[in-house]
């Protein structure tokens, strides 16, 4: 049995992606070549989040572990639209073994409409991903929280391109199903959840917040059955596909998420630990499927 699956008309070699920001393909793919192209972790390649202007990101400290989990505030560090496309888009289209889904974040619509609109005519990208969730900045979270927001942003946007557009949804809002019917209905081809949850902690020694923006958001397998119940949930509310993440470490966990609805998984946290986990999560996932 294949352990291929489709996504948005493409047809992938396995369910496991990375999550957004996780895993830096480009430095990666120039420090081991060929080795990486032919056992790339992950079978479609989501880029780290871009915005239309650069971004400096959060003061440091942003990453802090606590147990089972990591926080972090990064801020959205990126360098802008235009250097996106100059730069990084060309080298991910040259050395890329998988389909690339770029991740795009906007403070308004027309923002969202001016990143889709300059991605359009590029056909390494393969799909676009909407960060409506990011934790740590803002205007991530207004359009994620509510469904009326999500849908016409989600409207605005499908107008702007013909690519397959996957909207992140966030686990802080309120009701995310609510969110996810929204944006299936104005037009999303699938949806991704969860993003990191916001969280807080404390340097043990200055009992000062322990990150530079004082918050930021969890993730790791201390998210794992918290984002199991949001992705069954969105899940049983959308008939387009969920990509599901949330601290997904073995291919069991992998498994798991399958079976609350997910058509595919994405492997973050687990991928700082051990920088080839997608691949062995997607060994592990193709052993339980062929032998349950
Ligand atoms: O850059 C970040 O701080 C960040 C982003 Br864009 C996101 O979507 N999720 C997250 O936990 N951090």
Partial sequence: MSDTIELCGRQLANPVLNASGTFDALAALRTFGERLRDRFPFAAYVSKTITVARREGNPPPRL??????????????????EEFVV???PQLTELLPVPLIVSVMGRTADELCELVDALDGHGSVAMIELNFSCPNVETGLVMGADPAEAGRAVERVRAA???PLIVKLSPNAPDPAAVAVAAAGAGADALSLINTIKASALHPDTREPALGARAGGLSGPAVRAIALEQVGSVARAVAIPVIGMGGIA???DAADFLAVGARCVAVGTESFRDAAAG?????????ILKTS
Wanted: net charge positive; hydrophobic share 35%.
């Fill in 161 to 163: 391109t013909g690519k």
């Fill in 250 to 252: 073995t291919g069991r």
């Fill in 279 to 287: 691949r062995r999560i997607a060994d592990e996932l193709s052993t």
């Fill in 64 to 81: 802090w572990e606590v147990p089972a989990g990591l926080i972090n505030s990064i801020g959205l560090p990126n360098k802008g639209l």
């Fill in 87 to 89: 730069c990084d888009l």
